[in-house]
């Protein structure tokens, strides 16, 4: 399921599950603006302990920010748009669309070319890793990290060259795309969240699509 291309009032995209045209039944057929290029882009992949180490080992910074903060704000930012920050994702608040429906993409995708086609016209501007206390109802244990890669229009390039070569030989089998409203300064951040990775040859690449997001077979 792809979530209908079309902009939503608040300057997001629509929330609606689209049909086989790319737009949801009360956009369908009509004169509307097409969902925009976000600002931001953030690439967020799970990496095992092994590649945390090597990651912090080559100076990559881990950051550990007030995750309960970071929740209420999310809230916050969901209620002010009209939408209900539980309805999609049960125990994590968010206010923006699941590109690819609540259940994402399984189908095991490289995101080689999005890194690519991004880079035409983002900088990466930031890697971090992100670490939070794992959470056992979900089977998981001790510490969870995320490797962020943040793109950007403005601010200073930076060219992770192990980072790359980490996305070169990785396929990742679960792959959420969330297109966020804008927030109170009018910046769109798009998140791409990556899990499940193995080091295999993907059949399916994801796209950037201008902002619209795509799955393609490579
Ligand atoms: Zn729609």
Known sequence: MYACKAESSGGGRCRNSAGTDGFCSSHSGKKVKV?????????????????????????????????ARHEAEHVAHAQEHGRGAFTVRKNIADSGVPV????????????VALIDELSKSYKIVDVHIFQKPADPSRGQKGVMSTLVVSFAKEGEAIMPNTVLEFYAMSKWDFVHVWANPPKEDGTVIHTVNLAHRADAQAEHELRFADG???VESC
């Open 35 to 67: 969902a925009g290029k976000p600002d931001k882009v953030l690439v967020k992949a799970n990496i095992n302990p092994n590649w945390t180490r090597r990651f912090i080992e080559l100076g990559i910074r881990v950051v550990t920010p007030d995750f």
């Open 212 to 214: 619209l997001w795509a």
């Open 100 to 111: 690819f429906g609540k259940e994402g993409v399984t189908v095991g995708v490289s995101v």
